[in-house]
């Protein structure tokens, strides 16, 4: 929020809640203060209500915490009595109490003889009668006017300024002139004591009202948020803004600079969601300027700063604070009542003090040089070990990390790691990381600090986080430490899948062709080839390599499992099934066993998701003992698309949004397939597009399924050539790759656009294919895109009736819905089958998928139902199309009408909400503005 710079202030302050860096959207700021007016709206309506009322109270007195944006409602309410013919005279108390800034409706100064609305007299306090002989003087230049004084920040007020205030407020009382004055919270003396006292005295007498400033709610806070990110913020990331920000509406922009800054935001096809580890705490360089809410002493300043860091401490906080100031309890004391006074702090009933808004608190401990911080955190820990503080286990470790060695390295160590192991499950990956990294700098032996770098390693794999995997993988293998063969073998796969995530891709080439200079054995060195070429998209290579290395790799047990593995995955890719199911061997897995005895299942739910088989996919993870809740997040979002659930599309974005792994994930095509064609389903286009190109640069093994979608978007603008060049090419790269996986996706896509193109030898030519991968594939998904591409280019409604039945018995709802649209369509499935389309795509919110089916409906002579929400969903589409930036021919193409249509649509559209053009309607249909 807007805050003016006071005089006569010293260089030292605090100024909290100051964006760190320029919002994405130039006009965010705007933005949130739009948002703080409309959330304040409340008050400024019950303010000018009380202006407005005859016989209203002569003073009102906004307040509210520091930061809520009192100059904003104050400013709001002077630009709505102006508008309206109020003369408003507008003012401030600067910090010393002296009325500054004095603005005249615009025009200074005033007439001849005009004095000041409001300014402070010596003696006015100690002698009331001095008080109302200024009050009748500053009365007779704003009653002849019948004006409305605005005083902002008259917490500032001395205790003459208050006197005079409240004789002003008897001398106009009766009058049309009010005094509105705005009073940030909590109160600092002298105003508290006399301006207490004061204002019950005319409460009593019924000229005063107080109306309080509230701060933002959460449903406030999300529009903030999605005004600064230009998202959808998920509930998680609106509650952690919320409980960071405490609602003030100048710290929201600041917590979201923050965390987005730090890598905590991840936007998804314009949603955006906190990652599970987001940092809770702000790192040297991260951390935004402050601005001024408050301006305090450069002492007050030091005392701030290091009672954030102290603030866990609780009720023995005074006594750190002197022990660290060098000065007695009683001073420290002193200091901290100061920065209660100041709205800094508030004081719990058990003694304890928090800071009101916990994102200052982490921005003044940024503020302190790294080794105060860490003797800072080690007074508070040797306090919780004296049993002086009362601290939880992961409270205590985090002090530990941040303290080191300046602990004594035995008992920090040994509780890091009791931490670790006690919170396994609870603890975050990023903040088990921090922990394990800490225990292995305070190691007392190699064997415990080389424990603490594989758990780092492995803590860093499971967050996601590739370069402190690539590190700490690279300090044990470089650190000549005796590692267990398997545990050094396995470290050197690991490095290579954190490289691809990394986007190593020199590095990565080099390990693929055998040139990288790695201290590992040959059998090692031979898988890392195979898993790097899989990687880089090359199967046929890495599974020839892996033939040929067999003798080497499959003598030593620490690579025999892996490469087995691999291999067994390699003949699904290739169509060898018969290998593939002699392969497929699945055990129960309890929580004894760990991941090592799970990763086998993954991998076989991960070939059941490449091949579209959702039933096997299932029946696997209920022979292992797994629940839906212990899948993996892109299995569970690709069996919920695939059976089209509501929640499918959440479920995806969620899965995008927490990719805490660095494997390659065998099913990822089909799960941004899946993805893909439910956002196109929609209308979103742009999403599907950056979805795309989002899957391109994190995988390239098997993206040939990824051109199904382009091909798709293609041949829905009316690019039918360009699509099918795009899926031929596609295919001919699979063949030449060695993969049969996915092309059967190509192919059924193929025979579509050949008969767009009236082309049907060729769709015939292509049915031939599908059937034979068919053959091979021996998976529901490729039957049934079989039999439909036998249905379409041979007209055969049996084989229709097939198909459907094939995806309804094996769960694959999307694929039977869009099937039987196209299906339907072309006269090969009955009528009715359009009513369950209809309603599945309803039921999905698919607005492109719904109007394709009412056109179907339409040619087949079927009723569509609902008049006025059709046309509340065809307004709706248009709407959404118009912000994909799409031509008038490229929509009319994607509704399958014609150009006129869209125009008299869009004329239609322009009439009746009142906006003028394209971009003035796509700007509202995005920030939200107009709401259909």
Not at 48 to 57: E, F, M, R
Not at 770 to 799: E, N
Not at 891 to 901: C, D, H, P, R, V
Request: net charge neutral; with cysteine.
């Amino acid at each position: 929020m807007e805050h003016r710079a006071r005089e006569g202030v010293r260089a030292a302050t605090i100024r909290p809640f100051r964006a760190a860096t320029v919002p994405p959207r130039a006009d965010s700021g705007h933005y949130v203060i739009m948002i703080h007016v409309s959330v304040a709206r409340s008050s400024i309506d019950q303010v000018i209500d009380l202006v407005n009322a005859d016989g209203g109270p002569p003073l009102v007195v906004v307040t509210g915490r520091t930061g809520t944006g009192r100059s904003t409602v104050l400013a709001e309410i002077g630009r709505f009595l102006q508008a309206r013919g109020r003369v408003v005279i507008d003012t401030r108390i600067a910090r010393d109490g002296v009325p500054v800034d004095r603005r005249d409706g615009g025009t200074t100064p005033g007439p001849a003889g005009w004095s000041a609305p409001l300014t402070p007299v010596d003696g006015a306090f100690d002698d009331r009668s001095t008080a109302r002989r200024a009050a009748t003087a500053m009365a007779a230049s704003v009653v002849p006017r019948e004006a409305v004084v605005l005083v902002d920040d008259a917490q500032w007020m001395d205790r003459d300024t208050a006197a005079v205030l409240e004789a002003l407020a008897h001398r106009v009382a009766g009058t049309a002139v009010r005094y509105v004055c705005a009073v940030a919270l909590p109160c600092p003396e002298p105003l508290r004591s006399a301006g207490v006292a004061a204002l019950r005295r005319l409460r009593a007498e019924r000229l005063v009202a107080t109306v309080r400033v509230p701060a933002l709610d959460l449903d406030a806070t999300a529009l903030a948020v999605r005004a600064h990110v230009g998202a959808l913020p998920s509930p998680e990331l609106v509650a952690h803004v919320r409980a960071r920000s405490r609602g003030i509406a100048a710290a929201v922009v600041d917590v979201v600079s923050s965390v987005r800054d730090s890598g905590g935001v991840r936007l998804v096809s314009g949603h955006a969601y906190l990652v599970p580890d987001a940092p809770d705490d702000l790192a040297d360089g991260s951390a935004p300027p402050l601005r001024g809410v408050s301006l305090i002493s450069p002492a007050a300043w030091r005392t701030a700063c290091t009672a954030a860091a102290l603030e866990p401490a609780g009720p023995v906080l005074p006594a750190l604070l002197a022990t660290t100031l060098e000065t007695t309890v009683d001073e420290a004391l002193a200091r901290l009542r100061d920065l209660e006074a100041a709205g800094l702090l508030h004081r719990a009933r058990d003694g304890s003090r928090r800071f009101l808004v916990p994102f200052l608190a982490s921005r003044l401990r940024a503020e302190l040089r790294p080794y105060e911080r860490r003797r800072l955190a080690a007074l508070v820990v040797r306090a919780a070990w004296q049993g002086e503080v009362a601290l939880s286990r992961p409270a205590l470790a985090d002090l530990i990390a941040v303290a080191g060695r300046l602990l004594p390295a035995a008992r920090a160590h040994a509780d890091l790691v009791a931490a670790a192991q006690e919170t396994r499950r609870e603890a975050t990956p990023c903040r088990d990381a921090r922990w394990w990294r800490a225990a292995a700098e305070l190691a007392g032996s190699e064997d415990d600090r080389v424990r603490a770098w594989l758990e780092h390693c492995k803590a860093g794999k499971r967050a996601g986080d590739a370069p402190a995997t690539i590190a700490s993988a690279r300090k044990l293998l470089d650190s000549g430490s005796a590692l267990p063969e398997v545990v050094r073998h396995e470290l050197y796969m690991v490095l290579v899948l954190a490289l691809h995530a990394n986007g190593d891709t020199e590095e990565l080439d080099a390990v693929a062709n055998g040139t990288a200079f790695w201290e590992a054995d040959e059998a090692v060195r031979a898988i890392c080839r195979v898993l790097a070429l899989i990687l880089r998209g090359s199967w046929g290579a890495a599974y020839s390599l892996l033939l040929r290395a067999r003798p080497i790799w499959a003598a030593r047990p620490a690579t025999r499992e892996r490469g087995e593995l691999i291999q067994w995955v390699g003949e699904l890719v290739a169509g060898r099934m018969d290998e593939f199911e002699a392969g497929l061997v699945v055990s129960p897995v309890t929580d004894g066993e760990g991941m090592r005895r799970r990763y086998p299942t993954d991998w076989a739910i991960a070939c059941m998701v490449a091949l579209g088989d959702v039933q096997r996919g299932r029946e696997i993870a209920r022979t292992a003992g797994l629940a839906e809740s212990d899948l993996l997040p892109t299995h569970r979002a690709v069996f919920a698309l695939a059976e089209g659930r509501p929640e499918a599309q959440e479920m995806a974005r969620r899965s995008l949004a927490d990719r805490g792994r660095h494997h390659f994930e065998l099913g990822d095509p089909n799960f941004y397939q899946q993805f893909g064609s439910l956002a196109l389903a929609k209308g979103e286009l742009g999403a599907t597009r950056q979805l795309i190109a989002t899957a391109r640069a994190e995988m390239h093994a098997l993206d040939h399924v990824l051109d199904v979608l382009d091909a798709t978007i293609e041949a829905t603008l009316g690019e039918v050539d360009t699509g099918r060049a795009r899926l031929e090419g596609a295919l001919d790269r699979a063949r030449d790759n060695g993969v049969v996986v996915g092309t059967e996706l190509l192919l059924s896509m193929l025979v579509r656009l050949h008969l767009l193109a009236g082309d049907v030898p060729g769709a015939k030519a292509r049915v031939q294919d599908l059937d034979a991968v068919a053959d091979v594939l021996r998976s529901p998904r490729a039957w049934i895109h079989a039999t439909s591409g036998r249905a379409l280019a041979h007209g055969d409604t049996a084989a229709a009736a097939e198909c459907l039945r094939l995806a309804r018995e094996t769960g694959q709802a999307f694929d039977e819905a869009s099937l039987g649209l196209q299906l339907a369509w072309a006269g090969l499935a009955e009528p009715e089958v359009l009513v369950d389309v209809y309603a599945f795509y309803g039921r999905l919110d698919a607005p492109l998928a719904r109007a394709w089916t009412r056109s179907a409906m339409a040619a087949r002579g079927v009723p569509v139902p609902g008049r006025a929400v059709t046309k509340a969903e065809n307004e709706r589409l248009l709407g959404q199309l118009l912000t994909e930036g799409l031509t008038n021919r490229q929509i009319a193409s994607l509704l399958g009408s014609s150009e006129k249509s869209v125009e008299g649509r869009l004329g239609r559209l322009f009439s009746r909400t009142g906006y003028r053009s394209r971009i003035e309607l796509a700007a509202a249909l995005l920030d939200g503005s107009y709401r259909h």
